[in-house]
């Protein structure tokens, strides 16, 4: 299961390295793509079917939605290649996107990883912290 974030620097030749624990879980064929909120997402090529299925559906009909969700992320797919170190290179266009600068989170989320740039994650990590403890607050009220 991927769980937990590291932090890894960009080189000046734009390689990263992928966390040795995400390494040894996603296996050797990875896919990287843009995702939702500005960050990126790395999956296992296999998982990366099942992620499209839970997002556009099995069997689906494919309406104006589904197909914008097709370009957005296979759109922006690539085969990750790593190196003897674990490293990659981070195409221009994804630390674009993603505004990456000379550092990244790598966040685990069960089956997939989330890239982020230090700065958003930071910043969406303050805003999950709250929400958490509002949320805490009224569970805790519901239940005396």
């Known amino acids: ?49 099942d992620l499209i299925k839970r997002l556009t559906g099995e069997g689906r009909i494919i309406t104006s939605p589904v197909r914008d969700i097709d370009r957005f992320i296979f759109g922006s797919a690539f085969e990750v290649d790593l190196d003897a170190q674990g490293r990659f290179v981070l195409p221009e266009s994804l630390i674009e996107y993603a505004t990456v600068g000379s550092e990244a989170v790598f966040i685990g989320l069960g089956d997939r990883v989330e890239i982020w740039s230090r700065e958003k994650w930071l910043e969406i990590e303050r805003k999950a912290e709250e929400k958490a403890s509002l949320a805490i607050e009224k569970l805790a009220k519901r239940v005396r």
């Open 1 to 49: 299961m991927l769980i937990g974030q590291y932090t890894s620097k960009l080189t000046d030749g734009s390689r990263i390295s992928v966390p040795k624990k995400f390494r040894e879980e996603l296996g050797e064929e990875m896919i990287l793509a843009k995702w939702y909120e500005g960050c990126l997402v790395l999956v296992s090529r296999q998982n990366w079917q």
